[in-house]
């Protein structure tokens, strides 16, 4: 591995800052557990760092990190190592292990506030529903913002499996949501 | 439900995010013109995509723990130092490699035998021809001229006493040249000057042909003015004898020179 220049240290850390936050937060999506989250947060930090020279400057680099950070969750599940809670998070559970839902902004009318706090409860329980692939294809293209290359590249899977994974994703998450399955034809 | 509308329940939610090809859009278009199911279902899949969108950006981000980025950062600068340490050793050996290479160099030419000075022994005797100079040294004893090159080269010399040969010696002089100092005995013979040249350490004598005379080795070469150098060397000293005369009149000049370059020195 190459030293970083110093130039390209503050480079890595200008790109980075802004990041930690999102990537934080779709870690604990993934997992559901706080401390697992920080871990794999500080993972994917310090292995980007790794190999931030491997980086292709000029592409995708919240592509990239989320990339490493799908890579380091799901290395973490094949080795047994951890489960994603997938209970709903209103089960009991040991206070502080869980991700408790993040309030909305305070200006925000208080009759939104409930709907949207309603429905991010109810979307949050679908997405805990989902099967763990469609769950995680789900998260990186709906909540992510990763293309389906993207997240074929970060899953290590086809194209067409990212394709389909969202797909059956939405359709549960749509009956979760509406209680009620796709319309039958006579 | 419908076997066909299973089918396009991929293409509808793919088709939100402009992942058809223009084969599966058309197909796509033309069974929502004759399908009402799954004209309903691609807006059920929108708003449940809509809705996993505002659910992202209605989200304000949990706050990194603080200990996560001080430990990422402890961790960059402990990849930096390693790294660095890793750099610093390299860079050191390499330069050591460099440095022996070099050394290395240095002693094999410091090692490397050297060319005797074959044109400036050559072009110094065609002077002596021309206008006989006053040597440095005026003597006729070989050893008082021996013991004085000594001093003047530095170099441990055998003394060249070629009187056998009759041949009166009439002095030593020191020639400086680019490749260093040349020592010079003046002889006088009855056939005319005869030169005896000394080098030591240029014991090489490139491309000139190999002569036998009496029975001993030499290399020669000859000008258009007529003078021949006879050259050879023992222990690490290059010698030459630089003569008008032919080999057969200097025949007994070389062969003494010869021996007495065999003398061990003192």
């Given amino acids: 591995m190459r030293l970083l220049t110093i130039g390209q240290r503050r480079q890595f850390e200008r790109l980075i800052r802004p990041l930690s936050k999102p990537l934080y937060h779709a870690a604990l999506r993934m997992t559901r557990r706080t401390e697992w989250a920080e871990d794999l947060t500080q993972d994917t930090l ?50 502080g292990t869980t991700w408790d839902f993040p309030a909305p902004e305070a200006d925000t009318n208080p009759a ?68 009620s399955p796709r319309p039958v034809s006579s | 439900m419908r076997r066909a509308c299973e089918d396009f329940e991929e293409l509808l939610s793919a088709n939100l995010d402009g992942q058809l090809d223009a084969e599966e859009q058309s197909r796509l278009k033309e069974h929502l013109q004759s399908c ?47 790294k660095l340490r890793r750099f610093e050793w390299r860079a050191l050996a390499v330069a050591a490699m460099l440095l022996l290479a070099f050394l290395g160099v240095v002693w094999a030419r410091l090692q490397q035998p050297l060319e005797f000075p074959v044109q400036a022994a050559l072009a110094d005797y065609a002077q002596i021809r021309k206008r006989p100079p006053r040597p440095q040294l005026a003597t006729q004893d070989p050893d008082a001229a021996n013991h004085w090159l000594e001093g003047r080269v530095g170099a441990n010399l055998p003394p060249m006493d070629l009187r056998l040969s009759r041949n009166e010696l009439i ?35 490139g491309d000139l042909s190999p002569v036998q005379v009496g029975g001993e080795e030499f290399r020669r070469n000859a000008t258009r003015a007529g003078e021949t150098l006879y050259g050879w060397s023992k222990n690490g000293v290059g010698y030459a004898v630089v003569t008008h005369q032919t080999a057969r009149q200097v025949k007994n000049t070389l062969l003494d020179a010869e021996r007495n370059s065999d003398q061990p020195s003192r």
């Fill in chain 1, 46 to 95: 310090i292995r980007a760092y790794e190999r931030f020279e491997l980086f292709r400057q000029g592409t995708n680099f919240r592509a990239w990190l989320f990339t490493i950070l799908a890579h380091t969750y799901l290395n973490d599940c094949d080795k047994g190592r951890r489960r994603p809670l997938t209970t709903s998070f209103d089960a009991a559970g040991t206070p």
């Fill in chain 1, 112 to 179: 939104e506030l409930l709907m949207a706090s309603t429905l991010d409860e109810r979307l949050q329980q679908a997405l805990d529903g989902l099967p763990e692939d469609y769950r995680l294809a789900v998260i990186l293209v709906d909540l992510e913002d990763l293309s389906y290359q993207e997240a074929a590249d970060a899953l290590g899977i086809p194209i067409g499996t990212v394709r389909s994974r969202v797909s059956r994703g939405r359709a549960q998450i749509r009956v979760a949501l509406t209680g």
């Fill in chain 2, 36 to 82: 009402y199911f799954c004209r309903d279902e691609a807006k059920a899949i929108a708003s449940t995509r809509r809705q996993l969108h505002n659910f992202r950006s209605r989200e304000k981000g949990t706050p990194v723990p603080g200990p996560v980025w001080q430990n990422a950062v402890r961790a960059w600068d402990a990849q930096d130092a390693r």
């Fill in chain 2, 171 to 205: 002095g030593a002089s020191v020639i400086s040249t680019h490749d260093g100092p040349l020592t010079r005995l003046l002889f006088n013979s009855r056939d005319g000057l005869i030169a005896l040249y000394e080098a030591s350490g240029r014991t090489q004598y």
